[in-house]
């Protein structure tokens, strides 16, 4: 049996909607928001604006030497709001990314839930308590600064 995890985080963007929906709306931008030690680099399907159905191709490397194929495919979209991504090949069982945007006075308040499941079973859950938590958040914690320091 596999469990299903959750991460979720907030930050508030003290910037216009408009900014922050283009700014999240262009996929190039994942490379600028990824930690460099994943060497995350898209190899097609990024190209800008972001909409329903587009397929992203990407590499990602997760342990020293393993690079790994990433595909997801942009689900959902409502302009200025919410997009999600799902992904259709890679490293996990599942994964279930919304990204919301909320206007809140002098900014926006943004929230990604993440939902996901790893492979293999009791062995995923393990590897999930040893690696796998810690290394998202260590991806979600880049993001998070990294997100200050473009908008302020």
């Given at each position: 049996?596999?469990?299903?995890?959750?991460?979720?985080?907030?930050q508030?963007?003290?910037?216009p909607?408009?900014?922050?929906?283009?700014?999240?709306?262009?996929?190039?931008?994942l490379?600028e928001?990824?930690?460099?030690?994943?060497?995350?680099?898209?190899?097609?399907?990024?190209?800008?604006?972001?909409?329903?159905?587009?397929?992203?191709e990407?590499r990602?490397?997760f342990?020293?030497?393993?690079?790994?194929?990433?595909?997801?495919?942009?689900?959902?979209?409502?302009?200025?709001?919410?997009f999600?991504d799902?992904?259709?090949?890679?490293?996990?069982?599942?994964?279930y990314?919304e990204?919301?945007?909320?206007?809140?006075?002098?900014?926006?308040?943004?929230?990604?839930?993440?939902?996901?499941?790893?492979?293999?079973?009791v062995?995923?859950?393990?590897?999930?308590?040893?690696?796998?938590?810690?290394?998202?958040?260590?991806?979600?914690?880049?993001?998070?600064?990294?997100?200050?320091?473009i908008?302020?």
């Open positions: 049996m596999t469990n299903v995890y959750r991460l979720i985080r907030q508030f963007i003290p910037a909607i408009e900014r922050v929906w283009a700014y999240f709306a262009t996929p190039a931008n490379n928001m990824t930690p460099p030690d994943l060497d995350f680099e898209i190899v097609c399907g990024g190209e800008p604006p972001m909409y329903e159905g587009q397929i992203i990407y990602v490397r342990l020293p030497f393993v690079r790994s194929l990433w595909l997801t495919e942009i689900v959902h979209v409502t302009e200025c709001c919410s999600v799902e992904q259709r090949l890679g490293p996990y069982r599942f994964w990314h990204h919301l945007f909320e206007p809140v006075e002098g900014g926006v308040q943004m929230t990604d839930r993440l939902t996901y499941a790893l492979l293999f079973g062995l995923g859950d393990l590897v999930h308590a040893l690696w796998v938590r810690r290394k998202l958040e260590h991806i979600f914690d880049f993001r998070r600064q990294k997100v200050a320091q908008f302020g």
